[in-house]
Nanobody, 112 residues
């Protein structure tokens, strides 16, 4: 079955950077779009960014210009580079693949 394992979360000061990784297995990674979502306390899960099999990217307005999604098909891994972090970016970040597949999430906390 599909398994998605996120890593790279942590505590960072406002203005700092983090890079999240999501390692995928049990799927043909290279032909699938991949997604990052996040869920802040008391809020609904929201889409953050996506990348197509061909490398095309899209971002939520709230992160555009600060976050970059990328993928390494040789490593079956998708990344989310997060720069200029703000306290409102604090959330659990989830990796997702088509078919309703989700990772367990990784906590990102941005202090002011």
């Amino acid at each position: 079955q599909v398994q998605l394992v996120e890593s790279g979360g942590g505590l960072v000061q406002a203005g700092g950077s983090l890079r999240l990784s999501c390692a995928a297995s049990g799927m043909i990674f290279s032909i699938n779009a991949m997604y990052w979502y996040r869920q802040a306390p008391g809020k609904q899960r929201e889409w953050v960014a996506s990348i197509t099999s061909g490398g095309g990217t899209n971002y939520a307005d709230s992160v555009k210009g600060r976050f970059t999604i990328s993928r390494d098909n040789a490593k079956n891994t998708v990344y989310l580079q997060m720069n200029s972090l703000k306290p409102e970016d604090t959330a659990v970040y989830y990796c997702a693949a088509p078919g309703g597949n989700w990772g367990q999430g990784t906590q990102v906390t941005v202090s002011s």
